[in-house]
């Protein structure tokens, strides 16, 4: 097997390719997990799940109650601890609550209106004038950066993964029909199967096909805060911007959509931007030390829905890609499907939502 992408998503696939005993390569253009994975800000959910189709919540659903169970793997083959965080998440004066609340009854999810005093007297740094929330309680959140290095740990550890990075793909190679591997700079390499995850760069790859995937960048900035650990009890989103504890007390605020193709040189716009949506959702980041600014380029894909399976007409070549927003929340599903296709084994969820035939270009 070889898996082009060394981010969450080729990293976990190609994980759980070897766990069944495969041979992987997995090959990187630059250092595993460097883009959009370690970019992001890792809400262990969508930002707002009752708008999304039921392919993704399917996805999501699934990978959000095997994260803990992640995450302790991870600690105990590597000893490093990717720090899934349940805090709960409040979502304050949505304009479509009702909906919300109905997606959670039909869903078996737990989702709670408050009034917004019931948040401020848990997160007592929240701003005023807010009027309502909702709650979610589970909902956890990542460390994704950490996230990445255990699973690149875990891979090193096994005797069947071979990582080549800092290696860009150039090109398919395509023979009798199949794809049997690729061309990189300096060498070639083939395998009977080919999991293409680039993330945003997959829809480039593929048009060396002459094939069209419609998954493009959207790039997206972050701010990081430090604060004391007990700050921010709590993930909150409002108007769209979103405030992340993580258990030392930084605080990620993020983020812009844009689109820009693959620039993702961070701006002073988008700077003022989120520093203004950070101090109008917690008035007391205007005096907090800013201690990181920078971008990652989204895997944008209509409706959010990735491109799970094979490449009809292209044998040997499968994709796991197109995750846009939502990569490390949908990563353990995606890829526990991926693999179950590959190895011909029973799905663990229906895989027709996610399949590439009559999706291309």
Known sequence: MLVIGGGAIGLMSALNLAAAGC?????????????????????????????????????????????PRLAEELLARTGLDPQVHVTGLYWLDLDDEAEALAWAQREGRSLQAL???????????LADGYQRALYMPGVANVRNPRLVKALRAALERMG????????????????????VGVRCQDAELRAERVVLCAGAWSGELL?????????EPVKGQMILYKCAEDFLPA??????????????????????????????????????????????????LAEAERVGHWAGL?????????YIGEVPGHAGLW?????????LVLAPASCQ???????????VLDPAPYAVAGRLG
């Open 319 to 327: 994709l796991n890609c197109g995750h846009y927003r939502n990569g």
């Open 160 to 179: 069947n993964v071979r990582i080549i990075e800092n290696s860009p793909v150039e090109g398919f190679i395509h023979e009798s029909g199949r794809v």
């Open 207 to 215: 048009a060396g096909l002459g094939l069209h995937l419609p998954v």
């Open 337 to 347: 499907l991926l693999a179950d296709l590959l190895l011909q084994r029973a799905p």
């Open 235 to 284: 993930m909150v989103l409002a108007k769209g911007r979103y405030a992340i504890p993580r258990r030392d007390g930084h605080i990620l605020v993020g983020s812009t959509l844009e689109h820009c193709g693959f620039d993702k040189t961070p701006t002073a716009d988008a700077l003022a931007s989120l520093a203004a949506s950070a101090t109008a959702l917690l008035p007391q």
């Open 23 to 67: 041979q992987v390569t997995l090959v990187e253009s630059g250092r595993c997990g460097q883009e959009s994975s370690w970019a992001g800000g890792g809400i262990v959910s969508p930002l707002y799940p009752w708008r999304y189709n039921a392919a993704v919540t399917a996805l999501a659903h699934w990978s959000q109650d095997f994260y």
């Open 115 to 125: 009034p917004a005093s019931s948040v401020q007297a848990r997160v007592s740094a």
């Open 298 to 306: 989204r895997p944008g894909s209509p409706e959010g829905i990735p």
